[in-house]
C-alpha cells in the first residue's frame, strides 16, 4: 500500500460535507450535481475513501445539471474538482485519471432487456457468432455503441436514449443492452411495454469508470488514491459496494453466474491505464459473496 503522501498539505480528522457553506476544511473540492443511485453510490464511494485519509475534506456539489462535456471543461480550468467518467471517454483526454475503477469494471457486464414472449429466440445463443444474427438498440452517443459495432454486433441507434424502450416494444430492434444494474427500476417504470431481462446471456467487456482530477490537483489526486487504496486493503470499500441497494438488485435479479459469458473487445479503452491489480476488479464469484460488516 502507497503511503499517505499528502498528509503535509493537511491537518489531520475528517469532515465530509454536501452544503456550499463547509468551515474547518483543509481541502475544499466541487463535485458535480449527484442526479442518480449510480452517482449517489459514486459519492458514498468517494466520501469513504477521502475519511480514510484523516485529512478534513468539504464535498460541495454543484447546484445544476451541467454535460459531460462541461463537466470536463470545468475540471480542465478548475472550477470543477473532479468528475466521474467512463476511462474511454475521449472528453477526458486532458484530464488525470486516478485508475482504480470505481464500480470495479462491473459496467462493461452487460444484459439484454428483450419483449415478452422473445426469450425462445435467445436461449440457442452460445458464441459471438450467434448474437450477430439478431439487432441491438443503442443510444448514438453511447460509448457502448462502437463497442458492439466493432464486435460485428448489427445496431439501431436513437439520439435521446429514452425512446429506446418503446422502439423495443415496436419491433425495431430486438433487444436492448444495459450494465447489469440499470434495467430493473426503468421496467417496473414501463409495466405497460411489456419487456423483461433476457436470462441466460451476459456480454462481458473491458470497462471501468474513473474519477478525473486536472493534472494540476496533485493534492486531490492524491487524497483520492491513498484513501480508495486503504479502503479496498480494509475491506470497507467492497462492503460499501457489494451492500449498496444498486448492487443488491444484480444480486437479487440478474443471476449472473448461470448465464453464458460473450467477451468481446473495448477498441475504445487503451489496456495501458487499467490497473493490473485484482483487487480492483470484479469477478463473479464475487457477486454472490456479501461481505460481514
Known amino acids: 500500500m502507497r503511503k499517505i503522501k499528502?498528509?503535509?498539505?493537511?491537518?489531520?480528522?475528517?469532515?465530509?460535507?454536501?452544503?456550499?457553506?463547509?468551515?474547518?476544511?483543509?481541502?475544499?473540492?466541487?463535485?458535480?450535481?449527484?442526479?442518480?443511485?449510480?452517482?449517489?453510490l459514486i459519492y458514498d464511494l468517494l466520501a469513504l475513501s477521502l475519511s480514510k485519509t484523516g485529512v478534513k475534506v468539504c464535498l460541495n456539489q454543484l447546484d445544476q445539471v451541467i454535460t459531460d462535456a462541461r463537466k470536463s471543461r470545468r475540471v480542465e480550468k478548475g472550477t470543477l474538482s473532479l468528475?466521474?467518467?467512463?476511462?474511454?471517454?475521449?472528453?477526458?483526454?486532458?484530464?488525470?485519471?486516478?485508475?482504480?475503477?470505481?464500480?470495479?469494471?462491473?459496467?462493461?457486464?452487460?444484459?439484454?432487456?428483450?419483449?415478452?414472449?422473445?426469450?425462445?429466440?435467445?436461449?440457442?445463443?452460445?458464441?459471438?457468432?450467434?448474437?450477430?444474427?439478431?439487432?441491438?438498440?443503442?443510444?448514438?452517443?453511447?460509448?457502448?455503441?462502437?463497442?458492439?459495432?466493432?464486435?460485428?454486433?448489427p445496431v439501431v441507434t436513437a439520439a435521446q436514449g429514452r425512446n429506446l424502450w418503446s422502439m423495443l416494444a415496436s419491433h425495431r430492434f430486438d433487444y436492448m443492452s444495459l450494465a447489469v444494474h440499470e434495467p430493473w427500476l426503468d421496467l417496473e417504470h414501463?409495466?405497460?411495454?411489456?419487456?423483461?431481462?433476457?436470462?441466460?446471456?451476459?456480454?462481458?467487456?473491458?470497462?471501468?469508470?474513473?474519477f478525473?482530477?486536472?493534472?494540476?490537483?496533485?493534492?486531490?489526486?492524491?487524497?483520492?488514491?491513498?484513501?480508495?487504496?486503504i479502503a479496498i486493503n480494509d475491506g470497507s470499500y467492497d462492503r460499501l459496494f457489494y451492500q449498496s441497494g444498486m448492487i443488491q438488485a444484480v444480486v437479487e435479479h440478474a443471476n449472473l453466474s448461470a448465464r453464458k459469458v460473450i467477451y468481446i473487445?473495448?477498441?475504445?479503452?487503451?489496456?495501458?491505464?487499467?490497473?493490473?491489480?485484482?483487487?480492483?476488479?470484479?469477478?463473479?464469484p464475487l457477486l454472490n459473496f456479501i461481505p460481514a460488516q
Open 83 to 153: 468528475k466521474w467518467s467512463s476511462a474511454s471517454n475521449p472528453l477526458e483526454k486532458n484530464l488525470r485519471p486516478i485508475k482504480i475503477p470505481i464500480f470495479k469494471g462491473l459496467l462493461g457486464y452487460r444484459i439484454f432487456v428483450i419483449r415478452k414472449g422473445d426469450q425462445n429466440r435467445f436461449n440457442n445463443i452460445k458464441a459471438l457468432e450467434d448474437l450477430r444474427k439478431l439487432t441491438a438498440g443503442q443510444g448514438y452517443f453511447w460509448g457502448d455503441t462502437k463497442i458492439l459495432q466493432t464486435a460485428g454486433i
Open 212 to 229: 478525473y482530477v486536472s493534472p494540476d490537483n496533485k493534492v486531490l489526486y492524491d487524497l483520492i488514491l491513498s484513501g480508495m487504496e
Open 190 to 210: 414501463r409495466a405497460e411495454l411489456q419487456l423483461e431481462v433476457e436470462k441466460t446471456l451476459l456480454l462481458v467487456y473491458p470497462s471501468a469508470l474513473f
Open 265 to 284: 473487445n473495448n477498441p475504445l479503452i487503451n489496456r495501458d491505464v487499467l490497473p493490473a491489480d485484482p483487487r480492483y476488479w470484479f469477478s463473479l
Open 6 to 40: 499528502i498528509i503535509k498539505h493537511a491537518l489531520v480528522a475528517i469532515f465530509l460535507c454536501n452544503s456550499y457553506i463547509c468551515t474547518a476544511c483543509s481541502v475544499t473540492a466541487t463535485i458535480p450535481l449527484i442526479e442518480s443511485e449510480k452517482d449517489q
